[in-house]
Protein backbone atom coordinates (compact mmCIF):
# COMPACT_ATOMS: atom_id res chain seq x y z
CA UNK A 1 0.00 0.00 0.00
CA UNK A 2 2.37 2.57 -1.30
CA UNK A 3 -0.60 5.31 -1.10
CA UNK A 4 -1.54 4.81 2.24
CA UNK A 5 2.37 4.90 3.21
CA UNK A 6 2.36 8.19 1.31
CA UNK A 7 -0.24 9.69 3.15
CA UNK A 8 0.89 8.46 6.34
CA UNK A 9 4.17 9.91 5.54
CA UNK A 10 2.73 13.37 4.63
CA UNK A 11 0.82 13.34 7.32
CA UNK A 12 3.29 12.74 10.21
CA UNK A 13 6.39 14.62 8.76
CA UNK A 14 2.70 17.49 8.94
CA UNK A 15 2.80 17.14 12.66
CA UNK A 16 6.53 17.89 12.82
CA UNK A 17 6.77 21.05 10.48
CA UNK A 18 4.18 22.39 12.34
CA UNK A 19 4.85 23.24 16.15
CA UNK A 20 2.24 20.83 17.28
CA UNK A 21 4.25 17.92 17.86
CA UNK A 22 6.19 19.75 20.01
CA UNK A 23 3.53 21.29 22.09
CA UNK A 24 2.04 17.96 22.45
CA UNK A 25 4.56 15.90 23.40
CA UNK A 26 5.63 18.77 25.74
CA UNK A 27 2.19 18.95 27.38
CA UNK A 28 1.64 15.59 27.09
CA UNK A 29 5.10 14.87 29.34
CA UNK A 30 4.76 17.10 31.53
CA UNK A 31 1.04 16.27 32.86
CA UNK A 32 1.60 12.81 32.61
CA UNK A 33 4.90 13.41 35.02
CA UNK A 34 2.89 15.69 37.75
CA UNK A 35 -0.20 13.56 37.58
CA UNK A 36 2.00 10.68 38.27
CA UNK A 37 4.71 12.32 40.71
CA UNK A 38 2.59 14.52 42.61
CA UNK A 39 -1.36 13.34 42.53
CA UNK A 40 -0.81 9.81 41.67
CA UNK A 41 1.47 9.67 44.96
CA UNK A 42 4.24 7.44 42.46
CA UNK A 43 7.01 7.83 45.53
CA UNK A 44 4.75 7.57 48.50
CA UNK A 45 3.08 4.53 47.53
CA UNK A 46 6.47 2.05 47.98
CA UNK A 47 5.29 0.00 45.02
CA UNK A 48 6.91 -0.26 41.71
CA UNK A 49 5.05 -0.44 39.54
CA UNK A 50 2.93 2.48 37.31
CA UNK A 51 -0.08 1.87 38.45
CA UNK A 52 -0.79 6.12 38.84
CA UNK A 53 0.71 6.98 35.37
CA UNK A 54 -1.60 5.03 33.33
CA UNK A 55 -4.48 5.64 35.32
CA UNK A 56 -4.03 9.26 33.79
CA UNK A 57 -4.47 8.79 30.48
CA UNK A 58 -7.73 8.19 29.66
CA UNK A 59 -8.49 11.98 31.08
CA UNK A 60 -5.34 13.11 29.32
CA UNK A 61 -5.95 11.76 26.33
CA UNK A 62 -9.65 13.37 26.59
CA UNK A 63 -8.49 16.35 25.60
CA UNK A 64 -5.09 16.40 24.47
CA UNK A 65 -6.15 13.45 21.35
CA UNK A 66 -8.85 15.10 19.78
CA UNK A 67 -6.46 18.56 19.75
CA UNK A 68 -4.15 15.81 17.33
CA UNK A 69 -7.39 14.46 15.30
CA UNK A 70 -9.42 17.39 14.87
CA UNK A 71 -7.68 19.14 11.79
CA UNK A 72 -6.95 15.78 9.12
CA UNK A 73 -10.46 15.91 7.76
CA UNK A 74 -11.73 19.11 8.19
CA UNK A 75 -8.63 20.94 7.07
CA UNK A 76 -8.66 19.60 3.99
CA UNK A 77 -12.23 20.13 3.33
CA UNK A 78 -11.25 23.48 4.54
CA UNK A 79 -8.48 24.45 2.02
CA UNK A 80 -10.07 22.56 -0.52
CA UNK A 81 -6.95 19.70 -1.12
CA UNK A 82 -9.21 17.34 -0.65
CA UNK A 83 -10.61 17.68 -4.00
CA UNK A 84 -6.80 17.19 -5.14
CA UNK A 85 -6.77 13.79 -2.63
CA UNK A 86 -9.50 12.42 -4.01
CA UNK A 87 -8.97 13.09 -7.27
CA UNK A 88 -5.68 11.25 -6.48
CA UNK A 89 -5.50 7.34 -7.51
CA UNK A 90 -6.59 6.41 -4.03
CA UNK A 91 -9.30 4.99 -2.51
CA UNK A 92 -11.07 6.29 0.62
CA UNK A 93 -10.48 3.69 2.39
CA UNK A 94 -6.72 3.72 2.12
CA UNK A 95 -6.64 8.14 2.90
CA UNK A 96 -8.36 7.27 5.36
CA UNK A 97 -6.01 4.49 7.07
CA UNK A 98 -3.07 6.59 6.15
CA UNK A 99 -4.15 9.84 8.45
CA UNK A 100 -5.13 7.62 11.06
CA UNK A 101 -1.91 5.65 11.46
CA UNK A 102 -0.19 8.84 11.20
CA UNK A 103 -1.98 9.85 13.82
CA UNK A 104 -1.34 6.60 15.84
CA UNK A 105 1.72 6.86 15.10
CA UNK A 106 2.65 10.43 16.45
CA UNK A 107 0.55 9.19 19.81
CA UNK A 108 3.00 5.86 19.57
CA UNK A 109 5.86 8.34 19.97
CA UNK A 110 4.87 10.57 22.54
CA UNK A 111 4.38 7.50 24.35
CA UNK A 112 7.48 5.71 24.01
CA UNK A 113 9.36 9.07 25.13
CA UNK A 114 7.42 8.83 28.78
CA UNK A 115 10.25 6.59 29.19
CA UNK A 116 11.91 8.34 31.73
CA UNK A 117 8.82 7.53 33.92
CA UNK A 118 9.65 3.77 33.60
CA UNK A 119 13.50 4.50 33.97
CA UNK A 120 12.66 5.93 37.12
CA UNK A 121 10.05 3.16 38.62
CA UNK A 122 12.90 1.01 37.55
CA UNK A 123 15.53 2.78 39.39
CA UNK A 124 13.35 3.07 42.33
CA UNK A 125 12.94 -0.85 42.96
CA UNK A 126 12.60 -4.15 41.59
CA UNK A 127 9.73 -3.31 38.48
CA UNK A 128 6.80 -5.71 37.40
CA UNK A 129 7.80 -5.12 33.30
CA UNK A 130 5.56 -7.44 31.86
CA UNK A 131 2.86 -5.24 33.42
CA UNK A 132 4.03 -1.82 32.28
CA UNK A 133 4.52 -3.00 28.54
CA UNK A 134 0.91 -4.76 28.85
CA UNK A 135 -0.15 -0.90 30.03
CA UNK A 136 1.68 0.91 27.26
CA UNK A 137 0.22 -1.64 25.14
CA UNK A 138 -3.24 -1.11 26.15
CA UNK A 139 -3.03 2.44 26.29
CA UNK A 140 -1.50 2.87 23.22
CA UNK A 141 -4.72 0.84 21.96
CA UNK A 142 -6.99 3.21 23.98
CA UNK A 143 -5.26 6.02 22.38
CA UNK A 144 -5.80 4.37 18.82
CA UNK A 145 -9.58 4.31 20.39
CA UNK A 146 -10.13 8.36 20.83
CA UNK A 147 -8.45 9.02 17.44
CA UNK A 148 -10.76 7.22 14.92
CA UNK A 149 -13.47 9.13 16.87
CA UNK A 150 -11.38 12.25 16.19
CA UNK A 151 -10.83 11.49 12.80
CA UNK A 152 -14.17 10.66 12.15
CA UNK A 153 -15.49 13.38 13.62
CA UNK A 154 -13.07 15.76 11.82
CA UNK A 155 -14.66 14.49 8.64
CA UNK A 156 -17.97 15.96 9.05
CA UNK A 157 -17.00 19.50 9.39
CA UNK A 158 -14.17 22.21 7.95
CA UNK A 159 -13.65 23.84 11.38
CA UNK A 160 -11.63 22.07 13.63
CA UNK A 161 -13.05 23.91 16.90
CA UNK A 162 -16.35 22.51 15.96
CA UNK A 163 -14.75 18.92 15.33
CA UNK A 164 -12.28 19.46 18.28
CA UNK A 165 -15.64 19.49 20.50
CA UNK A 166 -17.29 16.97 19.87
CA UNK A 167 -14.81 14.36 19.25
CA UNK A 168 -14.11 15.23 23.73
CA UNK A 169 -18.09 14.99 24.22
CA UNK A 170 -17.74 11.59 22.03
CA UNK A 171 -14.90 10.08 23.76
CA UNK A 172 -16.31 11.54 27.39
CA UNK A 173 -19.35 9.47 26.62
CA UNK A 174 -17.40 6.23 25.85
CA UNK A 175 -14.76 6.75 29.05
CA UNK A 176 -17.99 7.49 31.27
CA UNK A 177 -19.90 4.22 29.55
CA UNK A 178 -20.76 2.56 32.32
CA UNK A 179 -20.93 4.87 35.01
CA UNK A 180 -23.97 6.72 36.19
CA UNK A 181 -23.94 9.93 34.75
CA UNK A 182 -23.73 8.34 31.00
CA UNK A 183 -26.21 5.14 32.00
CA UNK A 184 -28.79 7.80 33.52
CA UNK A 185 -29.45 9.02 30.16
CA UNK A 186 -30.32 5.24 28.83
CA UNK A 187 -32.14 4.23 31.63
CA UNK A 188 -35.65 4.05 31.62
CA UNK A 189 -36.34 4.05 27.48
CA UNK A 190 -33.50 1.80 26.51
CA UNK A 191 -33.86 -1.77 26.45
CA UNK A 192 -32.05 -3.93 28.73
CA UNK A 193 -30.27 -5.33 25.98
CA UNK A 194 -28.40 -1.48 24.66
CA UNK A 195 -28.47 -0.76 28.43
CA UNK A 196 -25.54 -3.40 29.06
CA UNK A 197 -23.93 -2.91 25.19
CA UNK A 198 -23.33 0.84 26.44
CA UNK A 199 -21.89 -0.56 29.58
CA UNK A 200 -19.60 -2.60 27.77
CA UNK A 201 -18.12 0.20 25.79
CA UNK A 202 -16.28 1.72 28.66
CA UNK A 203 -12.93 2.81 27.77
CA UNK A 204 -12.15 3.01 31.15
CA UNK A 205 -13.19 -1.05 32.27
CA UNK A 206 -11.50 -2.37 29.49
CA UNK A 207 -8.32 0.07 30.30
CA UNK A 208 -7.93 -0.75 33.48
CA UNK A 209 -8.06 -4.64 33.14
CA UNK A 210 -5.05 -4.33 31.42
CA UNK A 211 -3.21 -1.70 33.49
CA UNK A 212 -4.25 -4.34 36.16
CA UNK A 213 -1.92 -7.29 34.32
CA UNK A 214 -5.48 -9.09 33.16
CA UNK A 215 -4.38 -10.90 29.77
CA UNK A 216 -7.86 -11.31 28.04
CA UNK A 217 -7.85 -10.67 24.35
CA UNK A 218 -11.35 -9.37 24.84
CA UNK A 219 -10.45 -5.89 25.95
CA UNK A 220 -7.63 -5.79 22.83
CA UNK A 221 -10.52 -6.99 20.30
CA UNK A 222 -13.00 -4.27 22.02
CA UNK A 223 -10.31 -1.39 21.17
CA UNK A 224 -9.91 -2.62 17.45
CA UNK A 225 -12.86 -3.26 16.54
CA UNK A 226 -14.11 -0.22 18.01
CA UNK A 227 -10.90 1.39 15.69
CA UNK A 228 -12.37 -0.55 13.19
CA UNK A 229 -16.26 1.21 13.22
CA UNK A 230 -14.76 4.66 13.62
CA UNK A 231 -12.70 4.14 10.65
CA UNK A 232 -15.70 2.41 8.57
CA UNK A 233 -17.83 5.88 9.69
CA UNK A 234 -14.98 8.12 8.45
CA UNK A 235 -15.02 6.26 5.17
CA UNK A 236 -18.26 7.05 4.61
CA UNK A 237 -18.07 10.69 6.36
CA UNK A 238 -15.33 11.68 3.94
CA UNK A 239 -17.66 9.94 0.59
CA UNK A 240 -20.56 12.12 1.61
CA UNK A 241 -19.37 15.31 3.13
CA UNK A 242 -16.78 15.79 0.56
CA UNK A 243 -18.72 17.29 -1.89
CA UNK A 244 -20.19 20.80 0.21
CA UNK B 1 -13.31 -6.48 -21.13
CA UNK B 2 -11.86 -3.20 -19.63
CA UNK B 3 -9.02 -2.59 -22.44
CA UNK B 4 -11.60 -3.54 -25.60
CA UNK B 5 -13.68 -0.31 -24.10
CA UNK B 6 -10.56 1.64 -23.33
CA UNK B 7 -9.66 0.86 -27.05
CA UNK B 8 -12.99 2.14 -28.42
CA UNK B 9 -13.97 5.01 -26.55
CA UNK B 10 -12.62 8.57 -27.04
CA UNK B 11 -9.89 9.68 -23.71
CA UNK B 12 -12.93 11.54 -21.90
CA UNK B 13 -16.45 11.21 -22.86
CA UNK B 14 -19.07 12.66 -21.28
CA UNK B 15 -22.94 11.22 -21.17
CA UNK B 16 -25.98 13.03 -20.29
CA UNK B 17 -24.33 13.94 -17.23
CA UNK B 18 -26.27 15.84 -14.91
CA UNK B 19 -25.73 16.80 -11.25
CA UNK B 20 -28.39 18.12 -8.71
CA UNK B 21 -27.60 19.90 -5.07
CA UNK B 22 -30.69 18.99 -3.32
CA UNK B 23 -33.79 20.76 -5.45
CA UNK B 24 -30.99 22.80 -7.28
CA UNK B 25 -29.70 21.39 -10.96
CA UNK B 26 -26.54 22.43 -11.99
CA UNK B 27 -25.94 20.29 -14.52
CA UNK B 28 -28.13 19.51 -16.84
CA UNK B 29 -27.94 16.49 -19.64
CA UNK B 30 -24.38 17.57 -21.00
CA UNK B 31 -22.82 15.17 -23.43
CA UNK B 32 -19.49 15.84 -25.25
CA UNK B 33 -16.18 13.73 -25.93
CA UNK B 34 -12.16 14.72 -26.08
CA UNK B 35 -10.19 12.97 -28.83
CA UNK B 36 -6.29 12.53 -28.26
CA UNK B 37 -4.57 15.41 -29.55
CA UNK B 38 -7.32 17.50 -29.23
CA UNK B 39 -7.64 21.30 -26.61
CA UNK B 40 -10.91 21.38 -25.90
CA UNK B 41 -12.09 25.04 -24.47
CA UNK B 42 -14.73 24.88 -21.79
CA UNK B 43 -16.63 27.86 -21.34
CA UNK B 44 -19.33 29.77 -19.88
CA UNK B 45 -20.05 32.20 -17.82
CA UNK B 46 -19.72 32.43 -14.06
CA UNK B 47 -22.09 29.41 -12.47
CA UNK B 48 -22.74 27.70 -15.32
CA UNK B 49 -21.85 24.45 -14.53
CA UNK B 50 -18.41 24.13 -15.48
CA UNK B 51 -16.84 23.02 -12.05
CA UNK B 52 -19.33 20.68 -11.03
CA UNK B 53 -19.19 19.13 -14.92
CA UNK B 54 -15.26 18.98 -14.20
CA UNK B 55 -15.04 17.74 -10.56
CA UNK B 56 -17.27 14.65 -12.19
CA UNK B 57 -15.22 14.14 -14.99
CA UNK B 58 -12.19 13.83 -12.34
CA UNK B 59 -14.11 11.41 -10.29
CA UNK B 60 -14.53 14.16 -7.44
CA UNK B 61 -18.48 14.31 -6.76
CA UNK B 62 -20.62 11.53 -7.93
CA UNK B 63 -23.54 12.83 -10.70
CA UNK B 64 -26.71 12.75 -9.91
CA UNK B 65 -27.21 10.87 -13.95
CA UNK B 66 -25.44 9.90 -16.92
CA UNK B 67 -21.68 8.86 -17.57
CA UNK B 68 -18.37 9.47 -17.36
CA UNK B 69 -15.28 7.30 -19.21
CA UNK B 70 -11.90 8.89 -18.13
CA UNK B 71 -9.21 6.68 -20.46
CA UNK B 72 -11.94 4.32 -21.55
CA UNK B 73 -12.55 3.76 -17.92
CA UNK B 74 -16.15 4.13 -16.52
CA UNK B 75 -15.27 6.38 -13.37
CA UNK B 76 -17.65 5.52 -11.30
CA UNK B 77 -16.73 1.57 -11.24
CA UNK B 78 -13.48 1.91 -12.22
CA UNK B 79 -11.96 5.16 -10.31
CA UNK B 80 -8.56 4.20 -9.94
CA UNK B 81 -7.51 2.79 -13.34
CA UNK B 82 -9.36 6.13 -14.38
CA UNK B 83 -7.44 8.48 -12.52
CA UNK B 84 -3.84 7.19 -13.01
CA UNK B 85 -4.68 8.23 -16.62
CA UNK B 86 -5.77 12.08 -15.64
CA UNK B 87 -3.81 15.48 -14.58
CA UNK B 88 -6.25 17.40 -12.72
CA UNK B 89 -5.97 20.72 -11.46
CA UNK B 90 -9.03 21.38 -9.32
CA UNK B 91 -10.06 25.03 -9.27
CA UNK B 92 -7.82 27.37 -7.35
CA UNK B 93 -5.46 24.87 -7.58
CA UNK B 94 -5.44 23.84 -4.00
CA UNK B 95 -2.57 22.35 -2.48
CA UNK B 96 -1.11 21.45 0.66
CA UNK B 97 0.21 25.53 2.07
CA UNK B 98 2.87 24.48 4.56
CA UNK B 99 5.12 22.17 2.28
CA UNK B 100 7.39 23.19 0.14
CA UNK B 101 7.16 22.86 -3.68
CA UNK B 102 9.05 20.37 -3.76
CA UNK B 103 7.79 18.35 -0.96
CA UNK B 104 4.33 18.54 -2.05
CA UNK B 105 5.75 17.16 -5.56
CA UNK B 106 7.37 14.19 -4.26
CA UNK B 107 4.42 13.71 -2.59
CA UNK B 108 2.34 13.66 -5.36
CA UNK B 109 5.05 11.25 -7.07
CA UNK B 110 4.41 8.64 -4.09
CA UNK B 111 0.95 8.86 -4.28
CA UNK B 112 1.66 8.30 -7.82
CA UNK B 113 3.81 5.17 -7.17
CA UNK B 114 6.92 6.01 -8.26
CA UNK B 115 9.95 4.81 -6.79
CA UNK B 116 12.93 6.99 -5.58
CA UNK B 117 14.85 7.12 -8.40
CA UNK B 118 12.16 7.65 -10.54
CA UNK B 119 10.22 10.12 -8.03
CA UNK B 120 13.15 12.18 -8.04
CA UNK B 121 13.54 12.60 -11.92
CA UNK B 122 9.55 12.62 -12.28
CA UNK B 123 10.01 15.94 -9.61
CA UNK B 124 12.41 17.33 -11.23
CA UNK B 125 11.05 17.32 -14.88
CA UNK B 126 7.59 18.74 -13.40
CA UNK B 127 9.98 21.59 -11.61
CA UNK B 128 11.32 22.23 -14.86
CA UNK B 129 7.93 22.28 -17.05
CA UNK B 130 6.36 24.12 -14.88
CA UNK B 131 9.03 26.60 -14.16
CA UNK B 132 9.35 26.07 -10.42
CA UNK B 133 13.18 25.82 -9.88
CA UNK B 134 13.68 29.02 -8.33
CA UNK B 135 10.85 28.52 -5.64
CA UNK B 136 11.41 24.47 -5.09
CA UNK B 137 12.34 24.99 -1.73
CA UNK B 138 9.88 27.45 -0.73
CA UNK B 139 6.42 26.88 1.51
CA UNK B 140 3.59 27.13 -1.09
CA UNK B 141 1.99 29.35 1.64
CA UNK B 142 5.20 31.81 0.35
CA UNK B 143 4.46 31.74 -2.98
CA UNK B 144 2.66 34.41 -5.44
CA UNK B 145 -0.69 33.52 -7.11
CA UNK B 146 1.08 32.67 -10.63
CA UNK B 147 3.34 29.97 -8.57
CA UNK B 148 1.00 28.37 -6.52
CA UNK B 149 -0.96 28.11 -10.47
CA UNK B 150 2.19 26.75 -11.59
CA UNK B 151 2.67 24.12 -8.17
CA UNK B 152 -0.57 23.10 -9.18
CA UNK B 153 0.31 22.56 -12.82
CA UNK B 154 3.56 20.81 -12.18
CA UNK B 155 0.93 18.64 -9.41
CA UNK B 156 -1.18 17.82 -12.91
CA UNK B 157 1.06 17.15 -15.34
CA UNK B 158 4.12 14.81 -12.97
CA UNK B 159 2.86 11.45 -13.98
CA UNK B 160 2.68 12.69 -17.78
CA UNK B 161 -1.16 11.96 -18.36
CA UNK B 162 -2.46 11.19 -21.95
CA UNK B 163 -5.57 12.73 -20.13
CA UNK B 164 -5.36 16.39 -18.90
CA UNK B 165 -8.47 18.55 -17.41
CA UNK B 166 -8.09 21.96 -16.07
CA UNK B 167 -10.19 23.76 -14.15
CA UNK B 168 -9.41 27.87 -14.66
CA UNK B 169 -5.85 27.49 -15.43
CA UNK B 170 -5.18 30.95 -15.88
CA UNK B 171 -7.08 32.52 -13.51
CA UNK B 172 -6.30 35.29 -11.90
CA UNK B 173 -2.69 35.52 -13.54
CA UNK B 174 -0.90 38.38 -15.19
CA UNK B 175 -0.87 38.41 -19.07
CA UNK B 176 2.61 37.06 -19.22
CA UNK B 177 2.12 34.01 -16.61
CA UNK B 178 -1.04 33.55 -18.92
CA UNK B 179 0.95 33.59 -22.08
CA UNK B 180 3.27 30.99 -20.50
CA UNK B 181 0.53 28.74 -18.88
CA UNK B 182 -0.62 28.99 -22.73
CA UNK B 183 2.55 27.90 -24.27
CA UNK B 184 2.94 24.92 -21.86
CA UNK B 185 -0.63 23.73 -22.73
CA UNK B 186 0.02 23.96 -26.54
CA UNK B 187 3.33 22.24 -26.02
CA UNK B 188 1.66 19.30 -24.53
CA UNK B 189 -1.23 19.18 -26.70
CA UNK B 190 0.01 16.86 -29.57
CA UNK B 191 -0.14 13.76 -27.83
CA UNK B 192 -2.69 14.26 -25.32
CA UNK B 193 -6.54 15.23 -25.15
CA UNK B 194 -6.85 18.15 -22.52
CA UNK B 195 -9.81 19.51 -21.21
CA UNK B 196 -9.62 23.04 -20.01
CA UNK B 197 -12.40 25.26 -18.73
CA UNK B 198 -12.16 29.02 -18.66
CA UNK B 199 -14.79 31.97 -19.19
CA UNK B 200 -11.74 34.01 -21.08
CA UNK B 201 -12.85 34.18 -24.99
CA UNK B 202 -9.55 35.15 -25.77
CA UNK B 203 -8.06 31.71 -24.25
CA UNK B 204 -10.40 30.17 -27.10
CA UNK B 205 -8.94 31.60 -30.41
CA UNK B 206 -5.62 31.19 -28.75
CA UNK B 207 -4.90 27.53 -27.85
CA UNK B 208 -8.50 26.10 -28.59
CA UNK B 209 -9.27 23.53 -31.08
CA UNK B 210 -12.99 22.96 -30.12
CA UNK B 211 -14.89 24.68 -27.96
CA UNK B 212 -18.15 23.65 -26.25
CA UNK B 213 -20.72 26.62 -24.19
CA UNK B 214 -22.42 25.78 -21.20
CA UNK B 215 -25.14 28.21 -19.64
CA UNK B 216 -27.33 27.73 -16.71
CA UNK B 217 -26.02 23.88 -16.91
CA UNK B 218 -27.16 22.77 -20.49
CA UNK B 219 -24.71 22.55 -23.79
CA UNK B 220 -25.16 25.73 -25.85
CA UNK B 221 -22.64 24.92 -28.47
CA UNK B 222 -20.12 22.65 -29.28
CA UNK B 223 -17.76 23.25 -32.67
CA UNK B 224 -14.32 24.96 -33.50
CA UNK B 225 -13.93 28.52 -32.45
CA UNK B 226 -13.99 29.41 -36.52
CA UNK B 227 -17.54 28.09 -36.13
CA UNK B 228 -18.31 30.06 -33.18
CA UNK B 229 -17.04 33.20 -34.90
CA UNK B 230 -19.52 32.70 -37.84
CA UNK B 231 -22.47 32.86 -35.68
CA UNK B 232 -21.22 36.59 -34.89
CA UNK B 233 -23.41 39.01 -36.40
CA UNK B 234 -20.64 40.78 -37.40
CA UNK B 235 -19.04 37.68 -39.10
CA UNK B 236 -18.36 38.80 -42.71
CA UNK B 237 -19.37 42.78 -42.00
CA UNK B 238 -17.86 45.16 -43.71
CA UNK B 239 -16.52 48.37 -41.88
CA UNK B 240 -15.66 51.16 -44.17
CA UNK B 241 -14.32 54.46 -43.03
CA UNK B 242 -14.05 57.33 -45.23
CA UNK B 243 -12.05 60.21 -45.93
CA UNK B 244 -14.01 62.73 -44.46
CA UNK B 245 -17.72 63.09 -43.42
CA UNK B 246 -19.94 59.23 -44.86
CA UNK B 247 -21.72 60.70 -48.03
CA UNK B 248 -25.49 60.90 -46.99
CA UNK B 249 -26.80 58.61 -49.46
CA UNK B 250 -23.84 56.32 -48.99
CA UNK B 251 -26.29 54.10 -46.10
CA UNK B 252 -29.29 53.73 -48.63
CA UNK B 253 -26.91 52.66 -51.32
CA UNK B 254 -25.76 49.67 -49.06
CA UNK B 255 -28.57 48.53 -48.70
CA UNK B 256 -29.79 47.81 -52.07
CA UNK B 257 -27.07 45.87 -52.22
CA UNK B 258 -27.64 41.76 -52.43
CA UNK B 259 -26.99 40.22 -49.21
CA UNK B 260 -26.98 43.38 -46.92
CA UNK B 261 -29.22 43.66 -43.72
CA UNK B 262 -28.48 46.35 -41.74
CA UNK B 263 -26.01 49.21 -42.17
CA UNK B 264 -25.15 50.57 -39.03
CA UNK B 265 -23.68 54.42 -38.23
CA UNK B 266 -21.24 53.93 -35.53
CA UNK B 267 -19.51 56.19 -32.93
CA UNK B 268 -17.51 57.92 -35.30
CA UNK B 269 -18.83 60.00 -37.43
CA UNK B 270 -16.83 58.67 -40.63
CA UNK B 271 -17.35 55.21 -40.16
CA UNK B 272 -20.19 52.65 -41.24
CA UNK B 273 -20.89 49.56 -40.57
CA UNK B 274 -22.51 46.73 -43.22
CA UNK B 275 -24.03 43.87 -41.68
CA UNK B 276 -24.86 40.96 -44.04
CA UNK B 277 -27.81 38.74 -43.83
CA UNK B 278 -26.86 35.05 -42.50
CA UNK B 279 -23.03 35.63 -42.30
CA UNK B 280 -22.91 35.84 -46.42
CA UNK B 281 -19.85 37.52 -48.33
CA UNK B 282 -20.61 41.34 -48.84
CA UNK B 283 -17.18 42.25 -49.42
CA UNK B 284 -17.17 42.07 -53.16
CA UNK B 285 -20.27 43.87 -53.40
CA UNK B 286 -19.38 46.85 -50.92
CA UNK B 287 -15.88 46.99 -52.70
CA UNK B 288 -17.89 47.47 -56.18
CA UNK B 289 -20.22 50.20 -54.95
CA UNK B 290 -17.66 51.95 -53.07
CA UNK B 291 -15.62 52.09 -57.00
CA UNK B 292 -18.51 53.17 -58.64
CA UNK B 293 -19.82 55.81 -56.19
CA UNK B 294 -15.86 56.98 -56.20
CA UNK B 295 -16.06 57.16 -52.40
CA UNK B 296 -13.09 58.17 -51.01
CA UNK B 297 -12.43 55.47 -48.44
CA UNK B 298 -9.80 55.05 -45.46
CA UNK B 299 -10.25 51.85 -44.51
CA UNK B 300 -12.22 48.73 -46.02
CA UNK B 301 -11.67 46.06 -43.29
CA UNK B 302 -13.42 42.51 -43.16
CA UNK B 303 -14.94 41.98 -39.92
CA UNK B 304 -14.41 37.84 -38.68
CA UNK B 305 -16.76 38.05 -35.56
CA UNK B 306 -16.61 39.03 -32.18
CA UNK B 307 -16.37 36.40 -29.66
CA UNK B 308 -17.83 37.89 -26.75
CA UNK B 309 -21.42 39.15 -29.01
CA UNK B 310 -21.88 35.16 -29.78
CA UNK B 311 -20.93 34.16 -26.45
CA UNK B 312 -23.17 36.65 -24.83
CA UNK B 313 -25.95 35.73 -27.23
CA UNK B 314 -25.77 32.01 -27.01
CA UNK B 315 -25.65 32.28 -23.06
CA UNK B 316 -28.01 34.81 -22.12
CA UNK B 317 -31.66 35.10 -21.70
CA UNK B 318 -33.57 32.85 -24.48
CA UNK B 319 -35.52 35.19 -25.96
CA UNK B 320 -31.66 37.06 -27.07
CA UNK B 321 -30.35 33.50 -28.07
CA UNK B 322 -33.30 33.50 -31.53
CA UNK B 323 -31.65 35.92 -32.80
CA UNK B 324 -29.68 36.00 -35.81
CA UNK B 325 -28.94 31.94 -35.51
CA UNK B 326 -27.60 30.68 -38.75
CA UNK B 327 -30.39 28.37 -40.76
N1 LIG C 1 -21.60 21.96 -3.34
C1 LIG C 1 -22.56 22.72 -3.88
N2 LIG C 1 -23.76 22.82 -3.28
C2 LIG C 1 -24.74 23.57 -3.82
N3 LIG C 1 -24.63 24.27 -4.96
C3 LIG C 1 -23.46 24.20 -5.62
C4 LIG C 1 -22.36 23.42 -5.12
N4 LIG C 1 -21.33 23.55 -5.99
C5 LIG C 1 -21.77 24.37 -6.98
N5 LIG C 1 -23.04 24.75 -6.76
C6 LIG C 1 -23.86 25.61 -7.65
O1 LIG C 1 -23.86 25.05 -8.92
C7 LIG C 1 -23.77 26.05 -9.92
C8 LIG C 1 -22.61 25.76 -10.83
O2 LIG C 1 -21.40 26.00 -10.16
P1 LIG C 1 -19.98 25.77 -10.82
O3 LIG C 1 -19.95 24.43 -11.43
O4 LIG C 1 -18.95 26.07 -9.80
O5 LIG C 1 -19.97 26.90 -11.94
P2 LIG C 1 -18.76 27.44 -12.83
O6 LIG C 1 -17.55 26.64 -12.52
O7 LIG C 1 -19.22 27.30 -14.24
O8 LIG C 1 -18.59 28.87 -12.46
C9 LIG C 1 -23.64 27.38 -9.20
O9 LIG C 1 -24.91 27.99 -9.19
C10 LIG C 1 -23.23 26.98 -7.81
O10 LIG C 1 -23.74 27.89 -6.87
MG1 LIG D 1 -15.76 27.25 -11.76
Given at each position: ??????????????Y????????FI??F????????????????????????????H???Y??LI??LS????????????????????????????????AAWTFTGIALAL?????????????????????????SF?MAG?YL????????????????????????????????????????????????????????????????????????????????????????????????? | ???????????????????????????????????????????????????????????????????????????????????????????????????????????????????????????????????????????????????????????????????????????????????????????????????????????????????????????????????????????????????????????????????????????????????????????????????????????????????????????????????????
Amino acid sequence: MTVTGAILRRELGNYFATPVAYVFIVIFLVLSGAFTFYLGGLYERGQADLQPFFTFHPWLYLFLIPALSMRLWSEERKSGTIELLMTLPVSVGAAVIGKFLAAWTFTGIALALTFPVWLTINYLGHADNPVIALSYFGSFLMAGAYLAVGACVSAFTRNQVIAFVFSFVICLVFVLAGFPMVMDIFQGWAPPALINAVGRMSFLSHFESITKGVIDLRDAIFFLSFIGCWLMANVIAVETGKSD
Amino acid sequence: MTSAGAQSRAAVEVASLGKDFGAFSAVKDISFAVRRGEVLGFLGPNGAGKSTTMKMIAGFLAPTRGQVWVGGYDIDRRPLEAKRCLGYLPEGAPAYADMSVSAFLTFIARMRGYRRRERRSRVAAAVEKANLGSVAYKPIETLSKGFKRRVGLAQAILHDPPILVMDEPTDGLDPNQKHEVRTLIREMARDKAILISTHILEEVDAICDRAIIIAHGRLKFDGTPQQLLCMSSLHNAVRLRFAGNVPADAAARLLDLHGVGRVNQSDEADQLMVLPNNATAIVKQVAQLARAETWQLQELVVESGQLDEVFRRITGPAEAAQRGEPA
